[in-house]
């Protein structure tokens, strides 16, 4: 048993196979890591639990495994990786001392050999026969997770049926990039122990894309490929900036601040779809804060190939950013940073989302979080303003340094008809007041705050 106590998942779901045979689904060659040797312990476990022997022993038989995890190395689309797959029929893929000595093994080869780690999630949690030593091993877990961090290798989860408890909590949600199968039950709680009318959905792979807590549904038929990609962009570091997108709009600058605005909120202008699309060859999304939130109509994050090699973006897409939007883009920022991925940002808001709600999801703590991503990096950032660049809720995008302004981009202190609020003039005098901003492209070189040396100033 373990601590969710989900019931035993039928043969009809795609997430229900058993380890091996998902590992074969992905991989060609698998090369198995000999299990750690398994120290003599007395009849029926530590804690004497009776006929604990005896269930160990029915579910070897069953799955002709002797551990509910398989650990090995195998190419998944050309990229080798340490696998970790869990076997559900083995005591409900439970977690136990020799799975602890399995996973830690697994993880100490990884950062040996540079490899990226995949965990195959299918358990419900921690192992009742073993009680509170069982349980601590979620500590080991989390402790080689976090070496492999510290390491800057990636961490990659698969979400299968089901995936509860401790197992969830560590090697899932604790993983750098979460994908999950369609209408696998995800969730700390198992079935057994939720409360009374909880509403199922919550307990989903849907329920926790939606949640911000996962990245990705993805259909068995397509996983092996969706896995292969992620692998291919998040191990392949480079210390060159990403460069500069071409603008996809108009090409002369603004005659006068008013005109910059105009352009900038002009409902035909290219976003940041279109520009995303340009840049990249291919490309794989990064969803959700990972606080309970996403802000998909406010930024698109992920990772993209761009002349051959790997940039991380965070793209605004017009319209007032979210709290779970600058959390998310904070979010990719960290992951690039560590893996050594260059970070191109493109900044298209009025500014931050200043609604009540948006308050009581902490907005401001939210903003701070992601200026503190930006002025951190140790990667190299590349920033083109491709709309309206409004306020603290557009710079916190920026790159310091390293920002360029599109022909029809503005960047400015606050919106032209607010400073003119501000200032108790009428709103007539908005024009007028984006004149004395100086928030055209040429306004901003000529005040030294963004990049000149390319094609957007002939």
Known sequence: MADGG????????????????TVALLCDAFDELPSPPAPPEPPDGPLGWEGYDAARARAAARTGEEESVVCGT???????????AFEFGFLGGSLGRRTGDRLEAAFAHARAHRLPVVPLVAT????????????????RVARQSALTRAAGLPQIAVLRDPATGGGWATLGAGADVVLALPGAQVGFAGSRVRPPGADPAAYTAEGQVAAGSADAVVPPGELRAVLGRWLRLLTSPSADPAPVPEPLGARDLPADGAEAVRRARAPGRPRAGAYLDAYFTHRVALSGDRCGGTDPGGVLCG????????????????????????????????????????????????????????????????????????????????????GEGGSGGALALAAPGRTWVAPDGYFSVIAPEQA?????????????????????????????????????FP
């Open 74 to 84: 195998g190419v998944v689309e050309g990229t080798r990786a340490v696998l970790i």
């Open 303 to 386: 990772f993209g190939e761009h002349a051959g090699r790997t940039v991380a973006y965070a793209a605004q897409t017009g319209t007032a950013t979210r709290p779970a939007g600058y959390r998310t883009a904070a979010r990719l920022v960290r992951l690039a940073d560590r893996l050594g991925i260059p970070v191109l940002t493109l900044v298209d808001t009025p500014g931050a989302a200043n609604d009540a709600e948006a308050e009581r999801q902490g907005v401001g703590p939210a903003v701070a979080e992601m200026f503190g991503a930006m002025t951190s990096l140790r990667v190299p950032a590349t920033t083109l303003v491709i």
């Open 6 to 21: 989900p019931a035993a998942p039928g043969p009809a779901h795609p997430g229900r196979h058993g380890a091996r045979e």
């Open 124 to 139: 419900g949690g921690s192992r009742m026969q073993e009680g509170m030593l069982a349980l601590t091993q979620l500590q």
């Open 420 to 456: 003119a609020a501000i200032l108790k003039r009428p709103q007539a005098e908005a024009d007028r007041t984006a004149g004395q901003l100086r928030l055209r492209p040429q306004d901003l070189a000529e005040l030294g705050l963004i990049r000149t040396d390319d094609q957007m």
